[in-house]
């Protein structure tokens, strides 16, 4: 069983309201909603960490050589490229004609 402590915290009445309106709607004691809402944000944190890592290691030049290169598929029927005017990746927006291949379906 895992071990537990209490631990007394003071809210702005506001927060207070609003955690007990979202713990209602959620259907969770106030208490789960606010260990649940406090356990997320380590694990933000590891996740922004692992990422950064991950993006210290990279290597940007492999990279791009993978993603110029010809040939390949056209993806499956729900894997396409978005038509949207969102920002797009580094490599689509340095090499339009990848982008052409892949909207060719």
Do not use: I
Request: charged share 30%; net charge positive.
């Amino acid at each position: 069983m895992t071990e537990t402590m209490t631990y007394s915290l003071r809210l702005p009445r506001s927060l207070k309201r609003a955690v007990e309106r979202q713990s209602e709607e959620d259907g969770t004691s106030v208490n789960q909603f606010v260990a649940t809402a406090v356990a997320e944000k380590p694990s933000a944190l590891q996740t922004a960490a692992f990422f950064a890592d991950r993006k210290a290691r990279a290597d940007f030049k492999a990279f791009d050589k993978l993603m110029k290169r010809r040939g390949g598929t056209v993806p499956r029927t729900g894997d396409e490229m978005p038509d949207s005017k969102t920002k797009t990746a580094r490599h689509v927006r340095n090499n339009p004609s990848w982008l052409c291949v892949w909207r060719s379906n």
